[in-house]
């Protein structure tokens, strides 16, 4: 392995780079992107949110969405998987907000995922639902140490169960939903990387008094950026925008394009129906919905258990817009998107980003 790179161990799993390829819903890293990416030797991320939504049950023989999100899970896992290889290490990234969460992570697990990585929401009773599955690793999702001393506490207390790992994501960079419960969080200096990795890499040393991995997530682009994480602790780091705008990403070419598209002044936050802030382009969508004025499509599925639109009608309905976003319409979707989608100028391939992070070969 090249000089200084840590090994990113993950329960039993040991990918060749320290390198997690970010779950992202809806639909934008399914079975390609994350099976080429862990087929390479990182971790490649199926993001489990919505993913029925094209799917025939659904569509034609009018299934329930929750029963077809649960076939579709384990079908989107062995596409990746015949992708990957039988040494790929695949994740699964569920969120904890979802209605269906419980039913989504055993689909996954009996789906033959390696990982579970979770967040939007505190995982506090993931080994509950995972307890059939001692070889799925388990990587909650957080923002502070403090979010990680009360998953591990609760674990160690409820289940004598210790989380193989953390990803630490900051809400100042990262895409999509973000760890912050309100707008001026997003860029609290208590939720930066520069402080809140090296106190969760403190936790874990100090007070569990382990050597699992802390990852970090939010803002990574070059070997720069994942160099300075390994510094503050990090053992491997986590990539979400970069690898969405890939030949192997599994979004429409339109998405793509916005990425390529996207300059500073188009990237905003947004207050997201799931009660939580979210980061995304400035779309005509997105522009108007700033402006207080919302034309959603009606609800998706009740996928949320606490969706601002279901209740109020105030917002809109995200599933629908982020499938909207995923086929491309460029009008009506809602193009979730970390801060350095303004260095997205071209496509680019999973390839391309391994030789540039890892220009020396990994060693045996
Ligand atoms: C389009 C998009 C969708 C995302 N969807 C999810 C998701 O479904 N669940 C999740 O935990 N994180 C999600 N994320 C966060 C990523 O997994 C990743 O942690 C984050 O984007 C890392 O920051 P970066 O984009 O600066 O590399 C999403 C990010 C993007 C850009």
């Given amino acids: 392995m090249s000089k200084g790179m840590p090994i990113l161990k993950l329960g039993k799993h040991r990918p060749r780079y320290p390198l997690i390829q970010g779950g992202m819903g809806v639909g934008i890293s399914g079975s ?15 993001a489990s949110v919505g993913l029925s939504h094209n799917s025939p049950y659904l569509r034609d023989e009018k299934m329930n969405y929750f029963d077809a999100n649960e076939i579709v899970i384990k079908e989107v896992l062995r596409e990746a998987r015949n992708i990957a290889g039988p040494e790929g290490v695949l994740a699964v990234n569920c969120m904890v907000a979802l209605t269906d969460y419980d039913r989504e992570v055993r689909a996954a697990a009996e789906g033959g995922a390696d990982v579970i990585i979770s967040g939007a929401g505190l995982p506090l009773r993931l080994p509950e ?5 001692p070889d799925v690793a388990l990587v909650p999702i957080v923002s502070s140490a403090k979010a990680a001393s009360l998953i591990a506490r609760r674990w160690e207390r409820q289940y004598g169960r210790s989380p193989d790992g953390f990803v630490v994501e900051t809400p100042a960079t990262a895409g999509g939903h973000l760890g912050a419960t309100t707008m001026e969080q997003v860029y609290d200096p208590a939720l930066s990387i520069d402080t809140a990795l090296p106190e969760t890499v403190r936790f874990v040393a100090e007070e569990m008094k382990s050597d699992i991995p802390v990852i970090a997530a939010g803002g990574v682009w070059d070997r720069r950026d994942m160099e300075r994480m390994f510094e503050l602790g990090a053992k491997g780091v986590q990539m979400g925008t970069r690898f969405a705008c890939t030949a192997e990403g599994d979004a429409s070419d339109r998405f793509k394009q916005a990425y390529i598209d996207a300059k500073e002044e188009d990237v905003v936050l947004i207050h997201s129906p799931a009660g939580l802030p979210g980061r995304a382009i400035k779309n005509p969508f997105v522009a108007k919905y700033l402006e207080g004025e919302v034309d959603s499509n009606p609800c998706f599925a009740n996928c949320l258990t606490h969706c601002r639109y279901r209740k109020t009608r105030e917002t809109f309905c995200i599933a629908a817009a982020l499938v909207d976003a995923f086929n491309g319409n460029w009008e009506r979707g809602l193009f979730f998107c970390g801060s350095n989608v303004t260095k997205v100028d071209r496509l680019s391939t999973v390839q391309e980003i391994l030789d540039d992070l890892f220009p020396e070969p990994p060693g045996p």
Avoid at 32 to 46: D, E, K, S, W, Y
Avoid at 129 to 133: A, E, I, L, S, T
Wanted: no cysteine; net charge positive.
């Fill in 129 to 133: 639902y995972m307890k059939d599955f």
């Fill in 32 to 46: 390609r992107l994350a099976g080429n990416v862990a087929f390479r030797g990182a971790v490649g991320t199926i």
